[in-house]
């Protein structure tokens, strides 16, 4: 089992910038796929970024990709994303996920995150 904690979500104001964190426990990430996807209250969940088991690779949402960069430190167990030029689009719940595989598609993962809460003002 691993558990996932997020963390660093709050209110910031467009054009700013954020790095949020996820903690794990229970395993070590090394060998786990790691994932970020956002949520909005009535629509469903949205894939943002990922990284690969090995740490080598990344992949990207066009709607973040160029302005959002996932990375993991092994010795911490924490996986963060750092997004910066926000836009109020980007308000949304966001949750970290771990799994086996390589994905964008939510339903590959198998552990969860509670979520933390960004809101870009305009």
């Known amino acids: 089992q691993v558990q996932l904690v997020e963390s660093g979500g709050g209110l910031v104001q467009a054009g700013a910038s954020l790095k949020l964190s996820c903690e794990a426990s229970?395993?070590?990430?090394?060998?786990?796929?790691m994932a970020w996807f956002r949520q909005d209250p009535g629509k469903e969940r949205e894939f943002v970024g990922t990284?690969?088991?090995?740490?080598?690779?990344?992949y990207y949402a066009v709607p973040v990709k160029g302005r959002s960069t996932i990375s993991r430190d092994i010795a911490k167990n924490t996986v963060y994303l750092q997004m910066n030029s926000l836009k109020p689009e980007d308000t949304a719940r966001y949750y970290c996920?771990?799994?086996?595989?390589?994905?964008?598609?939510?339903?590959?993962?198998?552990?969860w995150g509670q979520g933390t809460e960004l809101t870009v003002s305009s």
């Open positions: 996920s771990a799994g086996r595989t390589y994905s964008t598609i939510a339903s590959q993962y198998d552990y």
């Open positions: 229970g395993r070590t990430l090394s060998g786990l796929a």
């Open positions: 990284i690969s088991g090995s740490g080598l690779n990344t």
